[in-house]
């Protein structure tokens, strides 16, 4: 069976944009599939297994990423990331919103 | 072939491998491998990162570390350590690049941090705080591996680095190393002060020059010239073989004074002490022809192992050094850290000016446990010899006599455990500020000796930072106010009938000898190796000589003037020695 590749865009949300612990929640999530997972900029592409690839596409507050899985649970994994990305935004405060 | 040119601060002449000594809070220099080297320092760098998950998985696993911030931050560190296709861009660095594994996990997290720069977010700059931090924890095992190889050294190298700490010195495998060539540094840094106790030849402030050495480089150490080469050709080297074998034979002819005693042409005696670190070294002296210890530096007792020293600790040492001379004076001076000497462990919050803070005297002042252990174990050995005990850096009369008052209340806790010390041993301060300088009169009327420490006399006298190359040349005691202050400090001990002894640096320079003795000097303590060739002035001169020249030396306005005026004084004299 050929591959087909499942893609969708996320927003990160959270005011901190990606750094170290959001970048590791990511690992950590697509580390648990099967599927290849990679995550786009406008300009880079990175391993989404890979936390110093996720950390150098430098993803700040609003920026947009598109993901990619390729593979049998591929839909689930996208699912699953967008789930971290937009409605758990990583646990951490959104902007706008005062402590 | 290269050559370098810096400040010779301990003379001779050594030629062995170098070996390249980074400190992980300074930037790794850019260090070439050979191709054979590659798989070499590829294992490394995995080594490094193998060593660095145990690490932090044991960490990591200890109870103080709860959940929260901290737990997250090693988490991270350790996904980063995992990462596969990071440990590649870095041993992919070392084949391609043909580097050091230090340096090509510095440049690779260098310039992952560097993507940081210049994006407008205000979390940018934690995130490249976070990826120093990788940076050294991967330095820790690599460099720490790098001092465990120093301790167990088992071929001749001189060691090379930007600037050694005292716990790096601390921690080498003496026998082995043969010299020093650092980047940064002055006439009296650490690492000039560390080579002349261990008679090794010395050349810092060479700037830029780590990265000249690799792993196979041969360099000579031309202390006497202040000059450092790089992988000589075979000229070069045949001539500073000869050179090396010349000094030694000119040593070997000192070595024969030995036994004679340091007394000028007119009979008038002068006694000679030798100056150190650790308490094997009071062999050293002996051997040189030392009379005693006129100063021991405790420092290192502080700086082993990082952890404070016990009672125990400091009395093994003194006993050692006591040992050697038992009816010989063996003056100790208590801790005199501070300033560029303070290691991790005992630092507290960073002071903005660690030179005029919380230092030597002060600091035990403060830390009454601390000063007390030490004065216990001096105290108990002060019945082994003539043990006298010495502090620094006192700036007034208060705090001689809270010391003393101190070193009272530690001999009464004796007399309950009866444990046995002398009650009479001589108490004696350092003077090395302008303060205690102008007021020696009133100091010397309470303790019973003064040992000016030059060094320190003139950095705060001339307010010169000894080791920022960029000031050290004005660094002289050749400077009028510094021949005055040390005028008035003899003529104050010597007209109270305490003990008087110079032991800074310029105690073992030949250039300076005629002046301490025309001035009323009759003891100089200096690192051993330098005793015989001092004695050998000594035996040269008269006092009548050297009152003349103080005479004038006293009429003189500019450092130049007295400086040429003792130059050629000594050079009439011995054409040799300078």
Redesign the interface.
Known sequence: MTDVVHEIEVEIRN???L???P??QI??LAGGFKSQITVSSDKDTA?AK????M??L?A??GTKLKVRACGNDAKEALKAIQELVEEKHFDEPLPGLTA | MEIRKGIGVSPGIAIAKGVVIDSKDYRIPRRSILDSQRDKEIQRARNAFAAAIRSLTEISSRKTIEEGKIKDIFAVHMRFLQDKTFRKRITDFIDKERVTAEYAVSAILREIASHFEGIDDPYISERAADIYDIEKRLLTHLLGKMREEMEHLREEVVVVAHDLTPTQTASFNKTFVKGFATEAGGRTSHTAIISKTMGIPAVVALGDMTSAVTAESLVIIDGNRGVVIIDPDEETLRQYRNYAQQISLFVHQLDELKDKPAQTKDDVRVQLLGNIEFPEESQAVADKGGEGIGLYRTEFLYLYGGAEPTEEDHYQAYAQAVKVFSRQPVVIRTMDLGADKLPQTIRQAPETNPVLGLRSIRYCLQNMGLFKTQLRAILRASVLGDVRVMFPLVTNLQELRQAKMILRDVMEDLDEYAVPYNAKMPVGIMIETPSSALTANHLAAECDFFSIGTNDLIQYTLAVDRGNEHVSLLFSAAEPAIVRILRSVIHDANKAGIGLSVCGEVASDPEYIMLLLGMGVRTLSLASPMIPEIKKIIRSVTIEQCNALARRVATLDSQRQIKNLLRDAISQILPETV
Not at chain 1, 50 to 53: G, K, N, P, R, T
Request: hydrophobic share 45%; aromatic share 0%.
């Open positions: 005011i901190q944009g750094h170290l612990r970048a590791m690992i950590d391993d890979s936390i110093m690839q950390m150098l430098r700040t507050c």
